[in-house]
């Protein structure tokens, strides 16, 4: 069975300073792993996702995450904080759509200091 | 307009008291999900549909029901409310023909609460 695991349930950084948010992933076979976010009062938006095309996967809003299966990790990153980046993020693990669900991390509250 | 609407987006219920949640969408997906989501918990799976006639419970489907009326709409009811069911609840859905990765794409949610 698959499993994600995030560390660190809430992260603060200045803006402008490095964002890095991490997760690791148990599966049996190759995963699919995705980053959403939640932002205040609203549902869960796709980040990015990696289908085993490239392992350095690029998203939206300037997020980028790398696939590393030696560490079982997918780590979301962006060189330069914005306020706006402020919102919950969610690491998921799925087996693609022959299989049942994704199971979600438990989330990473981003905060941003001014 | 939204591509995934939830009705209502906020509900103050009495324990006992039977209440249904509802999803529309206008994606095409064949699949829906129902998730709760909790501080610190993450969502959590309730029930999932892949399609009209094939509904599948989660991991936490006690004290829930679900009915798939038609491809574009999903609905979860609580026969029984009670207070630890008070949570966001959010309805996905994802199309199996895209790519094989299960994209899943979300409402905005429901803040039920439980009195």
């Known amino acids: 069975a698959q499993s994600v695991t995030q560390l660190g349930s809430h992260v603060s950084v200045s803006e402008g300073a490095l964002v890095l948010l991490r997760c690791n992933y148990s599966s049996s076979v190759p995963p699919y792993l995705f980053w959403y976010v939640q932002y205040p009062n609203q549902g869960l938006q796709l980040l990015l996702k990696?289908?085993?095309?490239?392992?350095l996967v690029k998203g939206i809003n300037g997020f980028e995450a790398e696939f590393k299966k030696s560490e079982t990790s997918f780590h979301l990153t962006k060189p330069s904080a914005h306020m706006s980046d402020a919102a919950e993020y969610f690491c998921?693990?799925?087996?693609?759509?022959?299989?049942?669900?994704?199971?979600f991390g438990s989330g990473t509250r981003l905060s941003i200091r001014p | 307009d939204a591509d995934v609407t939830q009705t209502p987006r906020n509900r103050i219920t009495k324990t006992g008291k039977r209440i249904m949640l509802e999803c529309s969408q206008t994606k095409g997906h064949d699949r829906m999900y129902w998730y709760r989501q909790d501080p610190g918990l993450g969502l959590r799976l309730i029930y999932y549909?892949?399609?009209?006639?094939?509904?599948n419970k989660g991991e936490i489907s006690d004290g829930y029901s679900v009915s798939r009326q038609a491809q574009a709409k999903f609905s979860l009811s609580l026969e029984s409310a009670i207070p630890n069911q008070t949570a966001l609840y959010f309805c996905?859905?994802?199309?199996?023909?895209?790519?094989?990765?299960?994209?899943?794409?979300f409402g905005p949610g429901t803040r039920l609460t439980v009195l």
């Open positions: 996905a859905t994802s199309d199996s023909q895209a790519g094989g990765t299960d994209t899943q794409y």
């Open positions: 998921a693990v799925s087996l693609g759509s022959s299989a049942s669900k994704i199971i």
């Open positions: 990696y289908t085993s095309a490239a392992t």
């Open positions: 549909s892949f399609d009209v006639k094939d509904i």
